[in-house]
């Protein structure tokens, strides 16, 4: 039987700065994003606040890894009718409740493409997780089922959509996406910010060391910085020298004991990127 056909649980998000919204996420199996959200009412506390806080009425934003459409539905709230959120989902099932979600929220100014982002438009495997729907993989997994998926470059799928923010949530993917997006890169530079995750374990598994990620962040040019829950206050951590700042939370994330333990870094594609968007942060 289908997953989606399982059980399902309505969720109440009720992140500070925006109005609670619901969210329909499949609830049983799911070890991860469902029980945290269901006990705290927010998922990635250090994140959500720090974009909530930088994002303003009227930017464009894109959500890469949408899942059931936590950040979607944050971004769609945040930027209001005139702003917009471009949302990748390659999933089925996770793309369906996605769509469903944005039905229960009236979340009009978002726009959803069933693909996986990557480096080039052509056709992909995608590894599922059968305990953590938000863990779907381009990555070859042993043992995992497997579907086939369409992918697409961020710069051939954005057309006309210009973002001020891009989220990247994809699993050790991340590098393939930035190959794919330079042209926005060089194009939005002096704007453009970029949320994404930094899992050394499954960077590794795609024969990329800490030191070549940190290349090719450097490569584009990123400044980066880690947001953090201090004393219930959300702070920004620079990661410089940045070569040395990876290694340093690699080291520390695998102090953890996690398998593919990760942490989320907001980059920053210029110095005058950098200051426009930590003055907004410092309000």
């Not at 995992?144 to 998926?149: A, W, Y």
């Not at 030191?211 to 219930?232: K, T």
Request: proline letters at 5%; charged letters at 25%.
């Amino acid at each position: 039987m289908a997953r989606f056909a399982s059980r399902l649980e309505l969720l109440r998000v009720t992140v500070p700065g925006i109005a609670p919204f619901d969210l329909v996420a499949e609830g049983a199996g799911d070890k991860y994003f469902v029980p945290h959200v269901r006990q705290h009412g927010v998922w990635e506390a250090a994140e959500s606040l720090s974009l909530l806080r930088m994002l303003t009425p009227g930017m464009r934003v894109v959500d890469a890894g949408a899942h059931v459409g936590y950040y979607s539905m944050l971004f769609s709230r945040r930027v209001g009718p005139a702003g917009a959120v471009l949302a990748f989902e390659p999933e089925p099932e996770n793309h369906r409740l996605l769509q469903a979600n944005l039905l229960i929220n009236d979340c009009r100014n978002v726009r959803v493409q069933q693909v996986a982002l990557a480096d080039t438009r052509g056709r992909a495997t995608l590894h599922l997780c059968e305990d953590n729907f938000g863990d779907h993989r381009l990555q070859a997994v042993p043992g995992r089922r497997q579907i086939e998926v369409d992918t697409l470059s961020l710069d051939e799928a954005l057309g006309d959509f210009e973002p001020d923010l891009v989220k990247i949530d994809t699993q050790g993917a991340e590098p393939r996406i930035f190959h794919g997006m330079w042209q926005l890169i060089e194009r939005r530079r002096e704007h453009l910010a970029c949320l994404f995750e930094f899992a050394p374990a499954l960077l590794a598994r795609d024969g990329m060391s800490v030191a070549a990620f940190a290349d090719l962040l450097q490569s584009l040019g990123v400044i980066a910085y880690r947001p953090l829950l201090v004393q219930r206050q959300v702070t920004l951590q620079r990661l410089h020298p940045l070569t040395d700042g990876l290694a340093r939370l690699a080291a520390d994330l695998d102090g953890w004991g996690t398998p593919d333990a990760a942490a989320d870094l907001l980059g920053f594609f210029s110095p005058a990127a950098e200051a426009a968007w930590l003055q907004r942060f410092r309000g």
